[in-house]
């Protein structure tokens, strides 16, 4: 079974200009979310959806960013303008999402390989 | 609040046994364990739910201690496989709003 696929892998841009990092979820999962890692901060949520629907942002760093799930196989993450400061590995993750007790944190999130962003 | 895990780093022989801590300084719902390996992505290991429950995968296994708000997780008999950076993720209204901790490095030599 496909995994979490994430594009580009890699990503080396001049800081100011446009980065869209792009991610689809594992099929059949309804849950997707956006990480940020570095040495520094760590591993850090970003946003995530709920069938499609964004449901927490309060992760999302500052308006210079800004994510989008369009249909249950595709979310985009924009940043505009970029600056050095945003280089980090980005992560997206997809999970079932079930509901269970009126709960649904018990569903494992698998993630994509990531994009490694760097700004000149 | 970002959860703190304890050892920063650790170094074993093969076969050797290892103990990662997780602490919260929330009341949790559930407890996420990962491993990731350097370049790769996060790999998931098992979920604890409150109530104490003790959960394994293979020689890992891990325990949730609601009162203490914190969850333990052990590898016994260590293999070379099992390398890498250990992360918790914690989860304080059941909505799958994981804050990780910052990673335990675990190292295994021959």
């Known amino acids: 079974d496909a995994g979490v696929i994430q594009s580009p892998r890699h990503e080396v841009t001049e800081m100011g200009q446009e980065v869209t990092l792009r991610c689809k979820p594992i099929s059949g999962h309804n849950s997707l979310f956006w990480y940020r890692q570095t040495m520094m901060r760590g591993l850090e949520l970003l946003i995530y959806?709920?069938?499609?629907?964004?449901?927490?942002d309060s992760g999302m760093p500052e308006d210079r960013f800004s994510a989008k799930m369009p249909n249950a196989s595709f979310s985009t993450l924009k940043i505009q303008p970029s600056e050095p400061r945003d280089s980090a590995v980005y992560f997206c993750a997809s999970s079932t999402g079930l509901f269970d007790r009126g709960r649904n944190s018990n569903q494992p999130q698998h993630f994509g390989d990531g994009t490694r962003l760097s700004i000149l | 609040q970002q959860p703190v895990q304890s050892p920063q780093a650790v170094i074993l022989r093969e076969g050797e046994d290892a103990v990662i801590n997780c602490s919260s300084s929330?009341?949790?719902?559930?407890v996420h364990w990962y491993r990731q390996k350097h370049g790769e992505a996060p790999v998931f290991l098992m979920i604890?739910?409150?109530?104490?429950e003790q959960k394994g995968h293979e020689k890992i296994s891990a325990s949730f201690n609601e009162k203490k708000q914190q969850s333990s997780l052990y590898l016994t008999a260590s293999q070379l496989s099992y390398s890498g950076t250990y992360f918790c993720?914690?989860?304080?209204?059941?909505?799958?709003?994981?804050?990780f901790g910052q990673g335990t490095r675990l190292t295994i030599n021959p």
């Open positions: 959806f709920n069938n499609n629907v964004p449901i927490d």
């Open positions: 604890l739910l409150k109530g104490g």
């Open positions: 929330k009341a949790l719902y559930s």
């Open positions: 993720g914690t989860d304080i209204q059941g909505a799958q709003k994981l804050v």
